[in-house]
């Protein structure tokens, strides 16, 4: 039997030019290596309907009515027609009514093939839950982001970090008033974070909308994430440093990635723990969120910006009082609830887009008088 003969019967008639290149080498390996489990199909289905994206099955024999066969949403409309004209049982297809009865018939190969993958559910998975939904909390979700770089990626962060574990739990040299803040701090910040994003999220905005099916698990995991994220870093961090008091930094990295963890479980199972309804969750509500919660959101952004006057009365007894550490977690979540909170959530749950590019653009214009770094020159 005429192995290499064979290969040339040609059942697509019009192979494309690439394939017909690649043919002898696979010949030659077939007949080289003897693989007949293998390789000796691939010789044979270059010469078959079987392209990826060419799903023309009719091209083939069986067929009887080529005209009664219509083209999947991967091929190409053009092959059934050549096909069909060899074989005399063409007939062109009808404009106008028939044509307009199935839109999207006549588009391309390209054009289908991206409406197939726009239309698919991992696509629109990706962009409402992955992309759009954090984009509502960016300001939390950037907080998040500079104080895990902080501690856990600058060296600067790493050395409040090694100062707090040498400090340890001493109450002569308020070291225990120190980490006992530090703690405290990383805590309500983690707790806020995470539930200004679920008061935010739980809202439908008319200029934002999202599909519910395909953003519901943005919603519900994104602030989880970023109400944990930050004791998990600060736990992790601290067994890794190598300071000089090893037992205090290993207590305090398990303490923060305890932390962590309980809040996460707090935050998955609050539900089962409390045995508070689905129908009463604030992710459930949409924009029936009740009244608590708001007021609640508000107490959270008053205590932040209270924070300001209190460091101005007291510019160095309170930051001697808080700790390095509390003051850089205390600040970074500060901005972000009044980001969240302000410039997004007020606006867009109004109808208007977010303020974050107006209040960037008065930061630009009012700092061209703000120049606090001239320097004094003596007459003398």
């Not at 992309?131 to 104080?147: D, E, F, K, Q």
């Not at 040299?173 to 935010?200: A, C, E, K, P, V």
């Not at 398990?254 to 962590?260: C, E, I, K, M, V």
């Not at 107490?299 to 007291?314: K, N, R, S, T």
Request: charged residues 15%; proline residues 6%.
């Amino acid at each position: 039997m005429d192995v290499v003969g064979y290969q040339h019967v040609g059942v697509q008639r019009v192979p494309l030019a690439c394939q017909r290149l690649a043919e002898p080498l696979q010949v030659g390996l077939v007949v080289l290596f003897i693989e007949k489990a293998r390789l000796t199909i691939m010789s044979l289905l270059h010469n078959v309907q079987r392209d990826g994206i060419e799903m023309d099955t009719a091209a083939a024999e069986y067929a009887l009515s080529l005209a009664d066969i219509q083209p999947g949403p991967f091929s190409s409309s053009r092959s059934f027609e050549v096909a069909a004209v060899r074989r005399g049982s063409f007939k062109p297809p009808m404009r106008g009514r028939t044509a307009m009865s199935n839109p999207g018939a006549n588009d391309g190969r390209l054009v289908r093939r991206i409406r197939f993958y726009w239309d698919s559910p991992i696509r629109k998975f990706i962009w409402d839950s992955l992309l759009r939904v954090p984009w509502l909390i960016a300001y939390n979700i950037a907080g998040t982001a500079v104080l895990v770089i902080l501690f856990a990626f600058t060296s600067q962060g790493q050395d409040l970090l090694r100062i707090s574990a040498e400090r340890g739990f001493a109450l002569a040299d308020l070291g225990f008033l120190w980490n006992l803040l530090f703690l405290i701090g990383t805590l309500i910040g983690s707790l806020s974070l995470w539930y200004t994003s679920r008061l935010t999220l739980g809202v439908e905005y008319p200029a934002y909308p999202l599909d519910p099916t395909y953003a519901a698990f943005g919603r519900r995991w994104w602030p989880r994430v970023v109400g944990s994220l930050v004791p998990l870093a600060i736990g992790w961090t601290f067994l890794q440093i190598g300071s000089a008091a090893p037992s205090s930094e290993t207590l305090l990295g398990w303490l923060y990635l305890g932390t962590g963890f309980a809040l996460l479980l707090f935050y998955v199972a609050r539900r089962t723990i409390f045995g508070v309804e689905r129908d009463d969750m604030i992710l459930d509500l949409r924009n029936a969120v009740p009244t608590e919660h708001r007021r609640r959101g508000r107490a959270l952004l008053i205590a932040a910006l209270a924070l300001v006057p209190l460091f101005v009365i007291a510019p160095v007894l309170l930051p001697q009082l808080l700790g390095a550490p509390a003051i850089a977690v205390l600040g970074v979540v500060g901005i972000s609830l009044f980001g969240t909170g302000v410039l997004t959530y007020l606006p867009m749950s109004n109808g208007a887009p977010p303020l974050t590019l107006a209040v960037l653009l008065l930061a630009l214009v009012s700092g061209i008088w703000n120049d606090n770094h001239a320097v004094r020159v003596d007459d003398g």
